[in-house]
């Protein structure tokens, strides 16, 4: 069974910092690509990064220079270091995996079920 279980959310001032991390099981990690995508109620997901099995990285032009996507393939785990947080970072931040499950050959995307970051003004 394919689990993704974020951690790290919670309430933070503006200019503050949060890291989040999101522990894997029951995928091959090493060769998963991992992201964070985040949601206000009422928009549109968007990605906030990705990080691929090579850890090449990617980031939402809104967040470049304040966060840092990082990856822990001994720990299967996939950090997001928030830093400089503005109110508008305010949102459920969801981690997911393209990944393959351990007995499976096709490549799939898993979701966990987020964890909300509120920062005050």
């Known amino acids: 069974q394919v689990q993704l279980v974020e951690s790290g959310g919670g309430l933070v001032q503006a200019g503050g910092s949060l890291r989040l991390s999101c522990a894997a099981s029951?995928?091959?990690?090493?060769?998963?690509?991992m992201g964070w995508y985040r949601q206000v109620p009422g928009k549109q997901q968007e990605l906030v990064a990705t990080?691929?099995?090579?850890?090449?990285?990617n980031y939402a032009d809104s967040v470049k220079g304040r966060f840092t996507i990082s990856r822990d393939n001994a720990a299967n785990t996939v950090f997001l270091q928030m830093n400089s947080l503005k109110p508008e970072d305010t949102a459920v931040y969801y981690c997911?995996?393209?990944?393959?499950?351990?007995?499976?050959?096709?490549?799939?995307?898993?979701w966990g079920k987020g964890t909300l970051v509120t920062v005050s003004s």
């Open positions: 990080v691929t099995s090579g850890e090449s990285t």
């Open positions: 029951g995928i091959i990690f090493s060769a998963a690509a």
């Open positions: 997911k995996s393209r990944a393959r499950a351990y007995r499976s050959t096709q490549y799939m995307d898993y």
